[in-house]
């Protein structure tokens, strides 16, 4: 069923399996409907959708890595992928945006891919990464430069200003030079994620900051 092919030159998921908690019923099922999502995303790295689940105990909202019946599925989502990771947060989140006309979405976690997904407009973009911004030490956030680039590097740019986000570094990517990247992993999807495979380019090419942040 798969259609995404990941060789040995992209890392592959690491499943350590550790412990995710839930603040009650409601965040457990979240967990449950999430992780079947997951099983279900045919373009995620196939070793993604063969994870045990990680422990779910129950906890009060002070601890680490928890869950909780206000967290959004985008929340729960990086939640559970951290669990899987056994770490209660990333070192670095790359994240590639591809501004078309549906705007393609590709993350990158301590070097592995983790997340590929397309949205129809720039709140729901902005939406994403404020959701996800807390979970990750140091987040690189790579737009291209297509018609919708410079509105989204603006709208986040809004979104940080007031913000101590030092963490957070917005760079412009030339989508041109990067259309060939995805070919050299070995990665192949049907062509209905075409916006996402944008998205990979992006965030696989390389931009001198990178080693700074």
């Keep these: ?10 890392r592959y998921f690491n499943l350590i399996v550790g412990t995710l908690a839930v ?25 993604i959708q063969r994870y045990s689940l990680p422990n779910i105990t129950m906890a009060p909202c002070s601890d680490s890595l928890v869950v909780t019946s206000d967290d959004s ?13 056994d770490k209660v947060k990333f070192s670095k989140v790359k994240i590639g945006i591809d501004p078309g006309k ?7 976690g301590d070097g ?15 939406r994403f990464i404020s959701d996800i911004v807390d979970l990750s030490d140091r987040i690189l ?23 101590d986000h030092s963490k957070v570094r917005i760079v412009t990517v030339d989508e041109y030079d990067a259309s060939h990247i995805v070919s050299l992993y070995g990665i192949k999807f049907k062509k209905r994620y075409e916006d996402m495979i944008s998205a ?10 990178e080693e700074d942040l």
């Design 200 to 209: 990979l380019q992006i965030v696989l090419k390389y931009v001198p900051l």
């Design 23 to 47: 603040t009650d019923i409601r965040a457990y099922y979240n967990v449950i409907r999430i992780s079947r999502m997951i099983k279900a995303r045919d373009y995620l790295n196939p070793l």
């Design 102 to 108: 549906k705007i393609g979405i590709a993350v990158i």
């Design 141 to 163: 956030i790579k737009i291209g430069n297509g018609a919708n680039g410079r509105k989204i590097v603006s709208s986040l740019r809004n979104i940080f200003k007031d913000r």
């Design 73 to 85: 599925d985008i929340r729960t989502y990086y939640k559970f992928i951290l669990a899987l990771m």
């Design 112 to 126: 592995y891919l983790i997340d590929l997904r397309s949205f129809l407009n720039i709140s729901e973009v902005l």
């Design 1 to 10: 069923m798969t259609t995404a092919n990941f060789n040995s030159r992209f």
